[in-house]
Structure formats: C-alpha cells, structure tokens
C-alpha cells in the first residue's frame, strides 16, 4: 500500500466547470474533499467563458411556462446528430445527461448559488424537431467579487469589466441603431459606477458562475491547493487511489478513498497534441486559460484509457488583428459574418457555408472545405455599412480603423469588389458573382444556398433593428472590406471515453476503478455536435455532480 503524505475521501484535478460542483457534492455528504489546480488561479476556461450552460427542462424554464420534458429533449439531441463514431455521446450518457443536469441546477440552489435563465438564447438548431426558439441557457447572476475576501485575487478573471450581464452585453452592439441601446449603454455605465461608490466589484458571466462557486465551496469545507501539477495517477490492485503531485517544488503524494475526478480541460494549449488530433488549428487561435495542455489526457491514457472524438473541438470563430496573438481573450466572431452586409468566403472567393448558426459547425464547415479548397483563413467580406454599425474585432462601429490594420494587410480595402479581390488574390469575376447572388437573395429575402436567417439562433445573432431580416444586408456601399477568419475554439472536445456514472473505460469497456472525469478531459456527451450556449459548460458541472455523487455512494 502507498504511503500518501495526506489523504482524502475525493480528489478532484482541476478547477474548471464541475469540480467546484463535485466538491459541494461530497461536502454535503460529508466527506474530504480536495481541489488541486497547477495555475494560481482558480476556475479554469469557464471563468473566462460566458458561463452558460444549457440545461434542457430547467426548473426556470417550468417557472416561466416554456415547454420542454425528458422526451423532447432527447428527440433534440437525437435531431442534432453528431453521435457517429462519437463513444462519449452513447444513449446512456445523453439520457443520464438529461435526467440529472436540472437535478444538479437545483442543488446548486440549494447551496446558495444565484441562477437564472437567460430570456431569449435560441438553441443553435432551433428549426430541428425538439428544438426550442427560447432556448434551455442557463447563467448566474451577477456577482461581487469582493466577497470572496482574500480569495479575490485568486479567480480567474473573466472577459467582462463592467457590471452587464451577459445577456446585455450582446445587446449593446446595437447602440448605434437603436435608442434602447444608448439607453442600454447609459444603464449599464451608470450601474457600474454606482457599485464602484459603494465599494462592490461586479462580474459577470463564467468570472461570476465561478466566484459563486469558489464562495460555495470554500463555504462549505472544500480544500484547494493551488499551483500544484500532477504529474502521476496513482494505480494500485487495478484501481486509482490518489495521485503524485509536486507542490512548492517537492513531490508530494495524496492518496484519495474514494477516487479522483480528471477534470482538468483539453489540450487547446498543447500544439503537439493539436498537430496529431486537429491538423490545421492553433494554439495562437485559442480562447481556453493557459493551463488547459492535455497532460492529465495522457495520464489516463497511460492507465488504459480509451478516447473519443479527440478531432473535435469547441470551434469559436475569430479574426485575428494585429497584436492580438497573446490577448487575454481573441476578438469574437461568433456574429461578425452573420451580421448584416457580411459574407464568408474562401480563398477562391466563393460562399461554401451559413454564416450564421453554430460556431462549432462553423468552423467545422471551414476545416471541411479546407480539404479541397483553401479556406484557412476565409475571408469575411464586409461593406461600409458594416463598418459603420458593428464591431470589428475589438473597435467600436465606424469606418476609421488603425493605420496598423492596412499597413499589416489585415484589412483589405477596395473602392470595387473586383479591386477587394485583386487584394485578395481573387479572381475578381468570382467574388464579384458571388456577392451579386448573395444580394439577389437580400433582396428576395431568402437565402437560397444555405438558408441562412431561417433558424430564430440566425436572427439571434444579427442585429433586431435591420428590417425585414435581421442578418440579411447587402453588400453595396463603397469601399468594401475584407479581413481574415481563423477557426479559433474555446476548447477541444474530445478526451477519455466515460460511463453514464462518470466511470474511465477502457478499450474494451471496463472500468478503471476509482478513476472518474468530466469536463474536455473527456469525450463529449454531445458527441460532434453543439446544441446550443452552455452546452461544454452544462455537461462539465453534471458530471462533476454525477460522479461525485456515485463516488460518494448518493443515492439518485
């Protein structure tokens, strides 16, 4: 038998979406619980994310009369698809994830966290059966970080400096057209300065899921230990039973009774493993934290595990200007296409996808057609309309952009369409007919290639005030524009095949005993698919709840 230099009932690899969540669960059932994070800060992606999680027939959901049960969500999922050579998207996992995600909302109630709905996210297949327009989004209420005390500095900072919540921070894009946005804009400035005078720090979005969550557990009994690398799972008789670490630069052994949770995220940062698994990506590319580098992936590998889906990954969509390879957080793409006046188009200077819908099909629409046509990077091929109503990268609407841009050939400038393609080594006669169509269909109001504007998520993503569609718009006012698109991620998405329970399999199905994983440490429960908002973040905190909660010996 190993001698460990401390032990506890549960170990927990990683701080991210879920593990906060598992510590609550073995906390309420009153076991020791340790959290052990390599970075020096707590909360892992999902503190820089959104924070979402998209949770089907979530008790707001019953509170505010929108409909949903078990069976429609599943007859979603089932539309959806994605589930072909995808082991971590087996009917068990999807039913388990269904039956027990608005299980775990509610006992994060119950320990104090503030959730809500979000009141309009559309899922992102909206017109598939099951399918809801309102959408299943779930996040947390705005937070003050202050009160965590000493703990303040030791969260991850999300991508949010005032006091919006998400919601409204997607809604302020369109202050230039609408006087309910420079209200909006008033509102939320003057909500941020009010809670400055009176001493609080609000944050939203994943910084505030995670400072709830961080405030729960260290409520509640849970240990961290922070800036500490796990270099080995410990395996004894066929099962784990604690991990070697090193800790202020010894090494240091914790033994764990009832097992270790891997939930550690991805390997977004690791370009070895992403030049193995998905060719063609990068790490410059990546909104996932700093620590997210696969190791403990590898770990478990070492044990036996099996893996899934290891060439997929959150695709976010992004445009990459100059001197933003290291910012904290990329310059978001999720709408700058499917907003009016825009198009995507490759090398060739022709339109292969919808510019809207899922950023994880997006950008596998990009890899896709990468095969036969070059499309890393695409073009987003834009009008002065664009520029004078939305953002591009990180600069407010407006034609003047920095003289960097042009001089850098990130921004592409023509007084023609054919003088844009002359910039982009198009042939002018192609991008020219690809833009005439496209404004043939604006016109008609019905996108004949790819149907885009006929899903309610389409419409979501573009702007309310653009009459009769709100992301159709021609591209018609001189100059015309154009600038690079990358298919960035928020993660990958594939990892360790697990059980419904949480269990690490090996390849031929048996568990490895006292080894569990959630998160992108593990082959996703949506298999290649992206449902909707939340949908890496909703199946990270479930099964850190529903493994906890098995090693734990809960009863369901």
Known sequence: MSEFDVTYDFVVVGS????????????????????????QLVGGTTAKSGGVMWVPNNPFMKRDGIPDSPERAMTYLDSVGGTENAPGATLERRQAYVDQAPRMLEFLMSNGIKLNRAKYWPDYYDDRPGGSKAGRCVVADLFNVNELGPWKDKLRPGFLNFAATLEETLRLKTYKQSWAGKMLVAKVGLRTALTRLTGKRMISSGAALQGRMLQAALKAGVEFSLETSVQELVEEDGAVKGVLTTKDGKPWRVGARLGVLVNAGGFARNQDMRDQYQPGTMVEWSNAAEGDTGEMIREMMRHGAATGQMEEMVGYQTTMSPGVENDYVKPPGQSLTASPHAILVDQSGVRYQNEGGSYMAYCQGMLERNKTVPAVPSWAILDTQFLRNYMLGNTMPGVNKPKSWFEQGYLRKGNTIEELAMQLNITPDTLKATVERFNGFVTVNNDEDFKRGARAYDRWLG??????????????????????????????????????????????????????AAGVSTAGVMGRAYPGAGASVGPAFTFGYISARHAAGVNA
């Open 16 to 39: 991210g979406g879920g593990s906060m969540c598992a510590g609550l669960v073995m906390r309420n059932a009153g076991r020791s619980v340790l959290i052990i994070e390599k970075t």
């Open 463 to 516: 702007d309310p005030y653009n009459k009769p569609s709100e992301t159709l718009g021609t591209i018609s006012k001189a100059p015309f524009y154009a600038v690079p698109m990358v298919p960035g991620d928020v993660g990958t998405y594939g990892g360790v095949v697990t059980d419904a329970a949480g269990r690490v399999l090996r390849e031929d199905g048996s568990v490895i005993q006292g080894l569990y």
